[in-house]
T-cell receptor
Framework: AQSVAQPEDQVNVAEGNPLTVKCTYS??????LFWYVQYPNRGLQFLLK??????LVKGSYGFEAEFNKSQTSFHLKKPSALVSDSALYFC???????????FGSGTKLNVKP | EAQVTQNPRYLITVTGKKLTVTCSQN?????MSWYRQDPGLGLRQIYY???????DKGDVPEGYKVSRKEKRNFPLILESPSPNQTSLYFC??????????????FGEGSRLTVL
């Protein structure tokens, strides 16, 4: 069965420091992996995805993610955090039949000035 | 502008009073789905549709119905709402996955309270 785990409910980081939001997945077959961000009272916004190709994926707002097949991980990273990055982040996997998306429970990112 | 539109955005209703949340997308996407978001549980899929007249259950379908009569519309129906259906609901659409596509596009959400 497909599943996604985000082991941290909350991540705190100082502005200007690098940030990492962790995600591990379990899928049968090739994974299609996504990161989304949710600001208060808004829908989820797409950040980046891994479908195939390079393991380092670059996305919106300076975010990137590294696909690691051996560790079944897809951690979200940013070299220098901004206060405006504070939001709720979701990792998701699309199953190989393309029918269903599975979301992690979300990680709240707090970036302090 | 490419978008997914949900209505209403906010709704307070009473137990047993049927309601429909509409969803429409203008991107000609084949795939549409509904999710509910609850604190600590992330997003859980209610129903999805691969194309017109093709729908299937997600992980939490009990108490909900859907229909897909047109490609752009995918309404969510609560025939007899109960308080445990109080939640934040999202509609989303997607094309088939390929290196350049496959992500979900979300609506702004519909916050439903059932008293």
């Amino acid at each position: 069965a497909q599943s996604v785990a985000q082991p941290e409910d909350q991540v705190n980081v100082a502005e200007g420091n690098p940030l990492t939001v962790k995600c591990t997945y379990s899928v049968s077959g090739n994974p299609y992996l996504f990161w989304y961000v949710q600001y208060p009272n808004r829908g989820l916004q797409f950040l980046l995805k891994y479908i195939t190709g390079d393991n380092l994926v670059k996305g919106s707002y300076g975010f990137e993610a590294e696909f690691n097949k051996s560790q079944t991980s897809f951690h979200l990273k940013k070299p220098s955090a901004l206060v405006s990055d504070s939001a709720l982040y979701f990792c998701a996997v699309r199953d190989t039949g393309f029918n269903k998306f599975y979301f992690g429970s979300g990680t709240k990112l707090n970036v302090k000035p | 502008e490419a978008q997914v539109t949900q209505n209403p955005r906010y709704l307070i209703t009473v137990t047993g009073k049927k309601l429909t949340v509409t969803c429409s997308q203008n991107m000609n996407h084949e795939y549409m789905s509904w999710y509910r978001q609850d604190p600590g549980l992330g997003l859980r899929q209610i129903y999805y549709s691969m194309n017109v007249e093709v729908t299937d259950k997600g992980d939490v379908p009990e108490g909900y119905k859907v229909s897909r009569k047109e490609k752009r519309n995918f309404p969510l129906i609560l025939e007899s709402p109960s308080p445990n259906q109080t939640s934040l609901y999202f509609c989303a659409s997607s094309s088939k996955p390929s290196p350049g596509r496959g992500e979900l596009f979300f609506g702004e959400g519909s916050r439903l309270t059932v008293l």
